[in-house]
């Protein structure tokens, strides 16, 4: 069975939220608007996570969207908790406390393996397709390879970069020629993971953005 996509993924998030806050499913029209998208593109983005075995829904009625939960009765969605803001930019100061939850579907992570995610603030990334108002979903681990995207701390300071490790030095290169990558020793960058997938809300205005990548 095919993964969800990022569009896919960000409609099951949306759902989830809205089910939070209302106790009732969205209809199909509220998921069309908060996406921008038309009425038979979300109907086809539900019909395609109905048939992934991550949605349900019934015929007759305007809000009858259900997430499918598994036999034991565990939704087959995890929490992931959101703990601030990383620079795009500059590195900016961490934030650890928890700023909520997302969803994502079981079968989008790695069994095993820890999640968080982070809010994007900056444009050092652009180039890398991660914009200003994304949601970064972080996979926790010490290490990274070169060429990945990483989250990684400096002293109080976090920021999302491509790593490369170097001799005996670490580059995190931004993705916009009008940055310049940062130089620093590998005792003085502690990592906090990979970046495994971005979300991205289309309406959300910019008082509502806080993360930088």
Same mark, same amino acid.
């Given at each position: 069975?095919?993964? @969800? #996509?990022? +569009?896919? &993924?960000?409609?099951?998030?949306? !759902? /989830?939220?809205?089910?939070?806050?209302?106790?009732?499913? @969205? #209809?199909? +029209?509220? &998921?069309?608007?908060?996406?921008? !998208? /038309?009425?038979?593109?979300?109907?086809?983005?539900?019909?395609?996570?109905?048939?992934?075995?991550?949605?349900?829904?019934?015929?007759?009625?305007?809000?009858?969207?259900?997430?499918?939960?598994?036999?034991?009765?565990?939704?087959?969605?995890?929490?992931?908790?959101?703990?601030?803001?990383?620079?795009?930019?500059?590195?900016?100061?961490?934030?650890?406390?928890?700023?909520?939850?997302?969803?994502?579907?079981?079968?989008?992570?790695?069994?095993?393996?820890?999640?968080?995610?982070?809010?994007?603030?900056?444009?050092?990334?652009?180039?890398?397709?991660?914009?200003?108002?994304?949601?970064?979903?972080?996979?926790?681990?010490?290490?990274?390879?070169?060429?990945?995207?990483?989250?990684?701390?400096?002293d109080d300071s976090v920021t999302l970069k491509t790593f490369?490790?170097?001799?005996?030095?670490?580059?995190?290169?931004?993705?916009?020629?009008?940055?310049?990558?940062?130089?620093?020793?590998?005792?003085?960058?502690?990592?906090?993971?990979?970046?495994?997938?971005i979300l991205r809300s289309y309406n959300l205005s910019a008082?509502?953005?806080?993360?930088?990548?």
């Amino acid at each position: 069975m095919k993964e @969800p #996509t990022k +569009r896919q &993924l960000e409609i099951l998030s949306f !759902i /989830s939220e809205y089910l939070d806050d209302h106790s009732y499913p @969205p #209809t199909i +029209r509220e &998921l069309a608007d908060f996406f921008s !998208i /038309s009425v038979k593109g979300a109907q086809d983005h539900i019909t395609a996570l109905k048939k992934k075995g991550l949605l349900e829904q019934g015929d007759k009625k305007s809000r009858a969207i259900k997430l499918i939960k598994t036999s034991n009765g565990d939704s087959n969605f995890m929490e992931i908790p959101v703990l601030g803001t990383v620079a795009a930019g500059r590195p900016i100061m961490a934030e650890e406390n928890k700023d909520g939850f997302i969803r994502l579907p079981r079968s989008f992570i790695r069994r095993s393996r820890e999640y968080f995610a982070l809010r994007i603030r900056g444009d050092s990334m652009i180039g890398a397709g991660i914009m200003e108002g994304d949601l970064a979903v972080i996979e926790h681990q010490p290490m990274v390879n070169n060429g990945e995207i990483a989250v990684v701390m400096m002293d109080d300071s976090v920021t999302l970069k491509t790593f490369y490790r170097q001799k005996n030095e670490i580059r995190l290169q931004p993705e916009n020629p009008k940055y310049e990558p940062i130089i620093c020793r590998g005792g003085d960058v502690k990592i906090l993971g990979r970046l495994a997938h971005i979300l991205r809300s289309y309406n959300l205005s910019a008082d509502n953005t806080a993360p930088s990548a």
